[in-house]
């Protein structure tokens, strides 16, 4: 089933595969630059997460999860050297309450891209990047992502214990200077270790802390065609931010069938 585009070019039919894939992201970035981008999707009524009741645990809502949305994150994983993630992310791991990290293309359906990221000269998986004060970090959901590369970004105050027992795990470990990971912190350390595409799919803080700093370069956001309601939710963004964040709309898509209707559009942030 096909797409319809309704901006730049309304009214062509689009396919869904490759639709994000021929952007080639990881490409963007002239050298000793890098491209960060995040994917969110959520409800008309804006929820990205709800809390489920039993697990006591928030978690992307299931009546909006859809494969062909997954398709599209898994494209924008596909073209990333390194995905953001967050520590909160790797307890609900350890927990068995999230998806497993983000191994590009484990299912047959997704086998291209792997395909694609060998022809484009990068790493079978992207690495992966934990933001954390705390570091509470269960070391049971790193052993999960062996053979990647995992590096763990922290403020100023953490644990020299915690440090050591992540440290023994296998992971690298970065101290700021400051109390939390701020964006241009971590856009420099991207830069510093060589990345040129970072894809974010961190929750509402640490897309705060990347646009707070205006060093998000584009947002994706699907758009189910649902109303949720419930009272505990997360949106996209929390937090306060000292200036309004201004959006250039890129691209848009309909994607309607009797089962899934959903808007996929891209932003790009207006540098004031
Ligand atoms: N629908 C969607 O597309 C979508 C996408 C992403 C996430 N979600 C959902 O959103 C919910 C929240 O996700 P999340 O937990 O990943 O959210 P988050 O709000 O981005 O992450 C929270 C944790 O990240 C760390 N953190 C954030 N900013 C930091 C900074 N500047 N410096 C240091 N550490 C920082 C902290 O970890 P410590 O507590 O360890 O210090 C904090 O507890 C989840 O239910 C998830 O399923 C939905």
């Known amino acids: ?58 978690g992307v809502p299931a009546s909006i999860a859809n494969n062909r949305d997954w398709r599209l994150y898994q494209e924008l994983a596909a073209q990333s050297g390194v995905m953001i993630t967050s520590a909160r992310y790797f307890r609900q791991l350890a927990k068995g309450q999230a998806q497993d990290l983000l191994p590009v293309g484990q299912q047959p359906e997704y086998a291209d891209l792997l395909e694609w990221r060998r022809e484009q000269g990068l790493a079978e998986q992207p690495d992966v990047v934990v933001i954390s004060n705390s570091l509470d970090i269960p070391l049971s959901a790193l052993e999960k992502l062996q053979g990647r590369k995992i590096s763990v970004l922290t403020g100023c105050a953490a644990s020299a214990e915690k440090i050591d027992r992540l440290k023994q795990a296998g992971a690298h470990l970065s101290v700021f200077a400051t109390d939390s990971v701020t964006g241009t912190g971590l856009k420099q350390w991207l830069i510093q270790s060589g990345y040129r595409s970072a894809y974010m799919i961190a929750g509402p803080e640490v897309h705060r802390t990347l646009l707070a700093e205006r060093v998000l370069d584009r947002l994706f956001l699907t758009t189910h065609l649902t109303l949720l309601g419930e009272n505990r939710f997360h949106t996209l963004l929390s937090g306060i931010l000292e200036s309004p964040v201004k959006l250039q ?6 994607d309607q069938s009797a089962t899934n209707s959903q808007l996929f559009a891209q932003y790009a942030l207006q540098q004031d």
Not at 17 to 39: C, D, S
């Open 249 to 254: 709309l890129e691209s848009l898509y309909l």
């Open 1 to 58: 089933m096909s797409l319809l585009a309704l901006y730049p070019d309304p009214g062509k039919q689009v396919e869904l595969n490759r639709l994000y894939l021929k952007l080639n992201l990881h490409r963007f970035a002239a050298e000793g630059h890098v491209l960060i981008y995040a994917n969110y999707i959520a409800s008309i009524d804006g929820r990205i997460s709800l809390l489920n009741e039993d697990s006591g645990e928030y």
